[in-house]
Structure formats: structure tokens, C-alpha cells
């Protein structure tokens, strides 16, 4: 059995991974994704130490960090938790891990266009990564929905590539930091669109319009989805933690859940500033706290 398994692979996981290791703990991480949704990040310009660098970069850099270390990888997915005498069993298809103790950091998974014809256009036309995708629409007219730091990072990016890229805001203003819509206003090649949301996207054999709920329709060749995202919580609902209303993990500034050594660290979790800085501090917080109980309970 070892000391601690930590599920999930981005920030959160793998800098847990890092103190786990330096606390001598018997860890191993199982990521059903390596470096997590930071893969998908365009560009990182607030993680200490790096003026700027893409996200697949900085997730590089952590896991090189991580494999300093002895510290067990498994690329597999959980298909089963449940509690065991003296811990924790994870199943996934290939292998049953046993743990003392459990650190969940699964972070979310990208939240849908949930309109008409959005289904139909899936992979022909809508992305949800400007970051794969942003090189295959040069010179074309594109559309990202979403105005937050995901959202206004994404046109961002496009602005390199497309001859035009709107932005569509539910809201009447725009959520991204301050720094990021300086650089958006700065773009002859950018429009924001707010207080509107997408009601239809159209097309023959791929995307070629969107119609919005003001009535008015737009020429696009592409649509970048970035409107957030739900937890993948079905590891901590096996376990029986507590979820807020938003089905995000409760934990306390320890990093504890409400299940005896289970803690949770990143996107999965309550805390609400979701950055890769955020949830590699509470991935170390996770760690102590799970070296710490261990301690405590040592004979």
C-alpha cells in the first residue's frame, strides 16, 4: 500500500507529486491526462518565473520538475475509488492502486456550446482549443465565445492567424485581466461583442455563420468555444466528499475534504481563482497536509 496516490495531472497533482516526494511519502500519481488542461493554454504570462511561455511549456517544465524525483506515473483513467480498510483502492483498467491517503486534483473539463447546430459542427467548424487549432484558420474569420482570461487569451492567439476575430460576451463587459484587453483593444483585427449570446451556428459541410439572440448574423469559418467548465468530480462522489452547489470539491484552507485523509488541490476544488499558480499552491498544501496526517498517526 503506498503512503499517498494523487489523481490528476496538472499543476495541482504534479506539484503535490513534487512535495510528496520531498516528504519521502511512497506517492504515485495516476493522470488520466499528463500536464493536464494547462496543455491547452495559448500563452502564460503570470506564473512566477516566466515572463511568458506557452501552457504546453510550463506543464513541461513542471513534469521535469516531477520526474526528478521517484515518483510513480500512471497515464491511465480512474474507472473505480472506493474506501478499503487502512486506505483507499483506485482501479483503472489496467492496475488497482492502494493508498494511505488521497489527493484529488482532476480538475474540469470544457463546458459545451450548448445551442443549435452546435452538436452538428463538432470538430467541423467549433474548437474548444485555440491552442491545436488556431494555426488551421489563417486568413479566415472566426468567432470566440467566451470574454474571460480563456476567452480573450484565445482571440488573442487567433489574432495571429485570422484576418477577424469576434468576441462574444454574454455579459456587457468583458472578464479577462486588465492587461489582456489592453492587448485585445490594441488589435485592428478584433471586435468584441457584448451582451450578446450565439442562438445558432449554421453551415453546409462546415461552420460558415452564427446568429446571435440580437438577430444579427455573422460570417465565420470557425468558432472557439471558452465559456469555463465542470469538475470531474465522479472520483470524489464515489468517496462521498462533500460538493458545493456547483458540484465543485469543499475543501478548507488545508486543503481538506470532509472524508478523513482525502484532500484536493486545483480546478476540481471550491477555491475560486482558478490559475495554474492556485493550484500548484494548494497541490503543495495537499501534500503537507497529507504528510502531516500521516505523521500524526504513526505509532
Known amino acids: 500500500m503506498h503512503d499517498l496516490a494523487i489523481i490528476g495531472g496538472g499543476p495541482a497533482g504534479y506539484t503535490a507529486g513534487i512535495y510528496a516526494a520531498r516528504y519521502l511519502l511512497d506517492t504515485v500519481i495516476i493522470a488520466e491526462k499528463k500536464r493536464g488542461t494547462l496543455m491547452d493554454s495559448p500563452l502564460v504570462e503570470n506564473y512566477p518565473g516566466y515572463k511568458s511561455l506557452s501552457g504546453f511549456e510550463l506543464g513541461g517544465k513542471i513534469e521535469d520538475h516531477l520526474q526528478s524525483y521517484p515518483v510513480e506515473i500512471k497515464e491511465e483513467k480512474v474507472i473505480e475509488a472506493k474506501k478499503i480498510e487502512g486506505g483507499f483502492s483506485i482501479k483503472t483498467k489496467n492496475r488497482e492502486v492502494q493508498a494511505k491517503s488521497l489527493i484529488i486534483a482532476t480538475g474540469w473539463q470544457r463546458r459545451k456550446l450548448n445551442v443549435e447546430g452546435a452538436e452538428q459542427f463538432d470538430h467541423k467548424g467549433i474548437s474548444y ?25 484565445a482571440a488573442l492567439l ?40 450565439v442562438k445558432k451556428v449554421k453551415g453546409e459541410a462546415m461552420v460558415n455563420a452564427i446568429e446571435l439572440d440580437n438577430g444579427k448574423e455573422l460570417a465565420v469559418e470557425g468558432i472557439f468555444v471558452e465559456i469555463g467548465g465542470t469538475p470531474n468530480n465522479a472520483v470524489a462522489k464515489a468517496l462521498g466528499v462533500a460538493l458545493d452547489e456547483r458540484d465543485n470539491i469543499i475543501v478548507n484552507d488545508r486543503a481538506c475534504t470532509n472524508v478523513p485523509r482525502v484532500f484536493a488541490a486545483g480546478d476540481v476544488t471550491n477555491v475560486p481563482f482558478r490559475q495554474a499558480i492556485v493550484a500548484a499552491g494548494y497541490g503543495a498544501i495537499a501534500a503537507w497536509s497529507a504528510y502531516r496526517n500521516l505523521e500524526d498517526s504513526r505509532p
Open 129 to 153: 482549443c485555440a491552442t491545436c487549432d488556431a494555426a488551421l484558420y489563417g486568413e479566415k474569420t472566426v468567432a470566440v465565445v467566451g470574454g474571460g482570461d480563456a476567452g480573450v487569451g
Open 158 to 197: 487567433l489574432a495571429g492567424y485570422a484576418k477577424k476575430v469576434y468576441v462574444i460576451e454574454m455579459m456587457d463587459k468583458l472578464f479577462a485581466e486588465p492587461i489582456k484587453q489592453e492587448k485585445l483593444r490594441a488589435s485592428d483585427k478584433i471586435e468584441v461583442l457584448t451582451g450578446v449570446t
